[in-house]
């Protein structure tokens, strides 16, 4: 019985430190191999219309040799004051080539591991 309760306990503890450790949405499962995930608010306002698009901002990256292997819309994940006029919280996020991360860093950009709230997906375009 007791080494039941053994088992148990070491199997139940080993599950939880495997999903504690595997859901950190700021690891390096951000920056894959050769490649980073930047983002850049995209200007939009509480209340009020308009935002700087995913393919408008694209064309900074492009316009400084950045190549972008896809791009999204997201959340930063951060608290804002509910109030119009304030910051909404929406970012463009890219995935760039990780070498070109000090030129768009350059340029304004930052790495998503920056973001502690950040939920990150898959990149689908």
Not at 81 to 109: Q, S
């Amino acid at each position: 019985m007791l080494s039941t309760c053994i088992k148990f306990l070491s199997i139940f503890t080993i599950s939880i430190l495997m999903i504690a450790c595997g859901s950190d949405s700021n690891s390096d499962s951000n920056i894959d191999g050769d490649y980073a995930k930047v983002y850049k608010p995209d200007g939009s306002l509480q209340c009020i219309e308009g935002s700087i698009s995913l393919t408008e901002m694209r064309l900074e990256l492009a316009k400084q040799g950045i190549d972008v292997i896809c791009a999204q819309k997201a959340n930063d994940g951060l608290v804002y004051l509910t109030v119009c006029g304030a910051e909404t919280g929406n970012i463009n996020v890219y995935l760039i080539h990780k070498v070109n991360l000090p030129d768009a860093e350059k340029l304004g950009f930052k790495s998503v591991t920056v973001l502690p709230d950040y939920q990150d997906k898959d990149c689908r375009n």
